[in-house]
């Protein structure tokens, strides 16, 4: 694959999830989303009806965020959260697990929660983003947690919040890759802000990057 400007902004969700972010930044963030043919844009969920109203018609999908960035909300208000920004124009929802209830093996509870919220976006047309956040697991944990997104239906699994340690791993995303196969894909988010590092995420097995230096990496490429 060539990655050129055209085909990385392609696969790239354009992230401001900062407790600052105001409105004017999210605004600016959806022009710049239009601008570059990125993938989506990635907001808190206060954000999401008015991104939505931007982006209609672009081609760019407005994605959110849910029980961010810890995972550990009652999985009932990770439902209505996912259920009130799909109503609002979400069509992409990337869910934090519950990371407590992982490491304690409560399998049943992870599973069952991420397909609830599959189900629910499935009726509203949308796709889940499985975070497993990838600093907090070990190898083993790291493959359960792909598993279970895979089986409940989830269309991705997605390396990290960025808000609780260290973001994406080159290896992380090979784990990752091998476990899910091609069944679903693979976004590798948090601390990617070159054009090498996204690069190495997309040839490790990422199909999307999530990121807040979208546009810089983006205008590193040289003219293809």
Same mark, same amino acid.
């Not at 920004?85 to 124009?89: F, K, R, S, V």
């Not at 890759?177 to 091609?182: D, F, L």
């Given at each position: 694959m060539v990655w050129n400007k055209e085909t990385l902004a392609a696969v790239i969700d354009h992230? %401001? %999830?900062k407790p600052q972010a105001k409105p004017e930044d999210i605004e600016r963030l959806c022009e710049e989303a239009i601008n570059y043919h990125f993938?989506?844009?990635c907001i808190n969920p206060c954000y999401v009806s008015m991104a939505s109203k931007i982006l209609s018609g672009t081609g760019v999908k407005t994605c959110t965020v849910i029980g961010f960035p810890l995972g550990a909300n009652e999985t009932s208000i990770k439902v209505k959260e996912a259920q009130k920004?799909? $109503?609002? +124009?979400a069509s992409e929802i990337d869910m934090v697990i519950n990371v407590g209830m992982l490491k304690s093996k409560? %399998?049943?509870y992870v599973g069952n929660e991420i397909k609830e919220i599959v189900d629910i976006a499935t009726k509203g047309n949308a796709i889940v983003k499985v975070i497993i956040e990838t600093c907090l697991l070990d190898k083993e944990e790291k493959i359960t947690a792909c598993k279970l997104a895979v089986e409940n239906g989830a269309a991705f699994v997605k390396t990290s919040t960025g808000f609780n340690g260290p973001g994406a791993q080159v290896s992380d995303v090979a784990l990752m890759? $091998? #476990?899910? +196969?091609?069944k679903i894909g693979v976004k590798a988010s948090g601390g990617i802000r070159d054009y090498q590092t996204a690069v190495a995420m997309l040839e490790a097995g990422a199909s999307r990057i999530g990121t807040s230096a979208g546009v810089a990496i983006i205008e #590193?490429?040289?003219d293809s």
């Open positions: 992230t %401001l %999830l993938a989506s844009v920004a799909i $109503e609002q +124009g409560i %399998l049943t890759r $091998e #476990t899910v +196969g091609y #590193t490429i040289k």
